[in-house]
């Protein structure tokens, strides 16, 4: 058996019936999934301090969560596999033009590059998830201003607020790991009412299981 952690930002990315409130890191032992979760709290910081202690533990690292889609081709409730991220507001607002701090600050001798960090490990657990391109912000975008000068900078298909704190952590301690997140909303101006969040966490939870079960079996 692998042993393999699920690292989420919240308990609303956790199927209701697994979730233990108060305790943020635990076994899914109990629940037929042979995998750790942890909750590392929303956005990068918290996910890179937490995984940080945790991930040496570990042989395979997950990250599981919801996400925002920048295109209907990607459509509410879909799972995909995210490819390649980047920390896609670290930068400098030079008069209205984004600006990314790897363009302004020449990087440290051993750093990743904020704006690209690519996973490198090739096993492809489930041939029907898409793989994507995604982008890692601070502030969950939601108005059309931010969203065009997002867009204008980015080629990406998802938004989240930690996949690339994830990339960064298992890249730098090189470990093996896989970034899935469900489509719960459209990148637009804000509105909650349009987000689906209760059917992006049962589809992820499905696929979670599914590679659970497969990395398993390796
Ligand atoms: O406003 C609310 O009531 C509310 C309830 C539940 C969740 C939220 C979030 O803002 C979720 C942020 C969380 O989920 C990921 N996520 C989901 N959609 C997006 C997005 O469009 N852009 C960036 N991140 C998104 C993110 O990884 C956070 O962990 C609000």
């Known amino acids: 058996m692998k042993k393999i952690l ?14 233990q409130p108060g305790n943020d890191f635990y ?3 109990q629940y037929g999934i042979h995998a750790d979760i942890l909750i590392s709290g929303p956005g990068a910081v918290p996910t890179v301090f937490a995984l940080s202690r945790a991930a040496d533990a570990y042989d395979i690292i997950i ?19 995210i490819d390649s991220d980047s920390f896609a507001d670290y930068g ?26 690519v996973n490198p490990y090739t096993i492809k657990p489930n041939t029907k998830l898409l793989g994507v391109r995604g982008i890692t912000v601070s502030t969950v975008s939601g108005s059309n201003e931010r969203i065009a000068m997002i867009k204008r900078s980015w080629d990406a298909q998802v938004e989240t607020m930690e996949s690339a704190a994830v990339f960064y952590v ?3 301690l090189g470990k093996p790991f896989f970034c899935l997140r469900a489509v719960s909303n459209y990148v637009e101006p804000r509105n909650r009412k349009n987000w689906k969040i209760d059917l992006a966490v049962q589809n992820l939870w499905n696929e979670l299981d599914l590679l659970v079960s497969y990395l398993n079996t390796l």
């Open 63 to 81: 990250n599981g969560g919801i996400a925002g889609s920048f295109t209907e081709q990607l459509p509410l409730g879909n799972v995909v596999l």
């Open 92 to 117: 400098v607002d030079d008069n209205g033009t984004f600006r990314h701090i790897d363009n302004i600050l020449p990087p440290l001798q051993k750093a990743l590059p904020l704006r690209e960090l």
């Open 27 to 29: 076994s899914l032992q």
């Open 170 to 172: 298992c890249l730098k």
């Open 6 to 19: 699920i690292v989420v930002a919240s308990q609303v990315e956790i199927l209701p019936q697994y979730r």
